[in-house]
């Protein structure tokens, strides 16, 4: 399955931690690689860089954040294995204007790892 910015899934399907929308943040690399982030509930002291309402995307009910600090970098390679043996799902798309705010979202919150925020600026 091709895979690109804007595709969400949900992971993970299986074990003991709760399941979260996570989002493809860039175009997969030469090398298959792409920068995902999730989405969380905005309860406690999370980041709050880029909030997210109820009805932004199917998934979310209340008011929920982009978890930056989670972010990391994966492959097409994980995510399709990741599908195939049922720890993840694909969920409905977010449109470009979400995209774009969550991608600027990297280099504005105080909590992206450098190295994720250096390869979203080269990636996306």
């Known amino acids: 399955m091709p895979f690109k910015a804007g595709h969400c899934f949900l992971y993970p399907l299986t074990g003991f931690e709760t399941a979260h929308i996570w989002v493809i943040a860039t175009e997969p690399n030469a090398d298959g690689q792409f920068a995902i982030v999730n989405f969380t509930s905005l309860k406690g002291n999370k980041d709050q860089t880029v909030i997210l309402r109820k ?6 009910t209340h008011d929920t954040c982009v978890n930056y600090w989670a972010a990391d970098i994966s492959s097409i390679d994980v995510l399709q294995a990741m599908l195939e043996c049922g720890q993840a799902r ?8 979400l ?21 979203v600026r080269k990636h996306k």
């Open 55 to 60: 009805g932004e995307h199917e998934f979310i």
């Open 90 to 97: 694909m969920e409905r798309d977010l449109d470009e204007t």
């Open 99 to 119: 995209l774009k705010l969550i991608q600027q979202g990297f280099t504005a919150s105080d909590l992206t790892k450098n190295r994720i925020a250096d390869f």
